[in-house]
């Protein structure tokens, strides 16, 4: 018995050490366009500009060729392929028309807005059903630099 007594003696013991520790509530932010959310509010702020899903998005690639692309034109495009998913039972959908109809649709999607991939992407995930079309994000940004390669990154130091 005295050893159940004991032990639970240092167990109390270990018990009042816990209200020493430290604690903190931290704000976490959430971009109100995606699921995306992080500790900083500026990191999370800077993000919400250019996040795809954003309607009023500011575009990087754009900016960086001096373009202006209409995203509307380019949700036209998914919707027009999304509507051809569906033209007849999905049943019948076969693999090669699905691949044909995302290949066509990347090629003028990626024509339409100049190259650039993020817009293409944004019209992608701003446009409703489009979960079936697949865009190689990666390989189409890959593409547009070296389409269009960057002059020396700008770098101000303050010495």
């Known amino acids: 018995m005295s050893f ?9 013991n270990g ?17 109100d366009y995606c699921k995306k959310s992080g500790w900083s509010k500026w990191y999370m702020a800077r993000h919400e500009k250019v ?13 960086h060729l001096g373009n202006i692309v209409n995203i509307e034109k380019l949700k036209l495009i998914v919707e027009k392929t999304v509507s051809g998913f569906y033209l007849g039972d999905w049943s ?14 990347e090629k003028d999607l990626l024509k339409e807005s100049d190259g650039c991939p993020a817009c293409s992407l944004a019209a992608i995930r701003q446009t ?12 189409a940004k890959d593409q547009f630099w ?3 390669p960057r002059e020396e990154p700008e770098y101000y130091y303050d010495y």
């Open 4 to 12: 159940y007594g004991n032990g639970l003696i240092v167990i109390l």
């Open 15 to 31: 018990l009042n050490n816990w209200g020493k520790m430290r604690r903190a509530k931290r704000w976490r932010y959430y971009c």
């Open 51 to 63: 996040c795809t899903k954003n309607p009023n998005r500011e575009c990087g690639f754009c900016e």
């Open 92 to 105: 019948e959908m076969i693999q090669e028309k699905h691949d044909k109809l995302v290949s066509d649709c």
């Open 128 to 139: 409703k059903d489009s979960e079936f079309i697949e865009f190689d994000y990666k390989k």
């Open 146 to 148: 070296a389409d269009n």
